[in-house]
């Protein structure tokens, strides 16, 4: 058995229930592709932005080994292994391997994988024998009609489903992922994007429906306008604070996001040592 809640409240930069933590995390960008279409979605390759979905380069999972022991001695206050992208963590074998990896050469970090839940239910039993610590699932509705906006669609067992029909199936993975693996002991932390028009007035029913499910803590992410979203507005942090209130009856809410990249190495919000660490193999824009 891994950490408890209660443990990763304090040792997990991104679980810390009050006051913002000061502990760090490595983020590995070994995960490239991905099996939905988030409207809001911009992958890029780039050294200069600071959001998720943006990395320097992409790793192997041998390669993640050298990064960890190269970022533990720069930054002592690392606690967590990550993997958050720039992908989704299951639609590539990758992000486990790695985790395999790393719970052999650095069995007291903390393992972290972040997915948006489409191959949870298909993934369960793996995601607990490889022994993840705690896992984030992004649900940014619960509702089909919602998701919709949010998501174009879902390439799902070599089968694409669009709109609706694709968001049903999304949403239902992702409960019954969360609860399969909530069951297993994992501590599960939800993000949601919040996005001013769309599921702004959602966010309650996502935070009922995900703690019911077996989650612990939730994490509101305010959107960055860009792609077919690109036309929103980004949250007031007046909508933030509001739609935090809504989850609040429901579920513990983390209030320090800070929207990282896929590559970030450190302490969140403090100096990233990512650039010094990731070799700049592929760089364009
Ligand atoms: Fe992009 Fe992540 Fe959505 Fe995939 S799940 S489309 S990587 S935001
Ligand atoms: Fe933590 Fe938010 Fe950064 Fe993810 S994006 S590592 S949840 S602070």
Not at 19 to 37: Q, V
Not at 190 to 212: D, F, S
Not at 257 to 273: S, Y
């Amino acid at each position: 058995m891994g950490f408890s809640y209660d443990e990763l409240t304090v040792k997990h930069p991104c679980f810390a229930k009050g006051k913002k933590g000061n502990t760090g995390r490595i983020h590995l960008p070994t995960s490239p592709g991905c099996n939905i279409e988030c409207r809001f979605c911009d992958r890029q390759i780039n050294d200069f932005e600071r959001r998720p979905g943006v990395t320097s380069t992409i790793i192997t999972p041998e390669e993640a080994i050298d990064i960890i022991r190269r970022s533990l001695e720069m930054c002592q206050a690392i606690t967590v292994v990550g993997i958050a992208g720039p992908g989704d963590t299951l639609a590539t074998p990758y992000a486990l391997e790695t985790f395999r990896l790393v719970k052999r050469e650095f069995p007291q970090l903390i393992k972290c994988m972040s997915t948006n839940g489409l191959l949870l239910p298909d993934k369960a039993e793996e995601i607990i024998e490889v022994g993840i610590d705690s896992l984030t699932v992004t649900v940014n509705g619960v509702d089909p009609e919602i998701e919709a906006k949010l998501n174009g669609g879902i390439t799902y067992h070599g089968k694409y489903y669009g709109g609706v029909e694709g968001a049903k199936i999304l949403i239902a993975n992702q409960l019954e992922g969360i609860r399969r693996i909530a069951s297993a002991g994992i501590t599960i932390k939800v993000n949601t994007v919040l996005v001013p028009g769309i599921n702004e007035h959602h966010i309650g029913e996502v935070a009922r429906a995900v703690r019911e499910a077996g989650a612990s803590i939730y994490n509101i992410i305010p959107l960055v306008p860009q792609h077919e979203l690109a036309h929103c507005q980004a949250p007031t942090c007046q909508q933030t604070d509001s739609a935090r209130q809504q989850a609040e009856p429901y579920i513990d809410v983390f209030r320090h996001c800070q929207r990282c990249r896929a590559d970030a190495i450190g302490v969140p919000g403090g100096e990233d040592f990512g650039d010094k660490i990731y070799l700049k193999r592929i760089s364009h824009k």
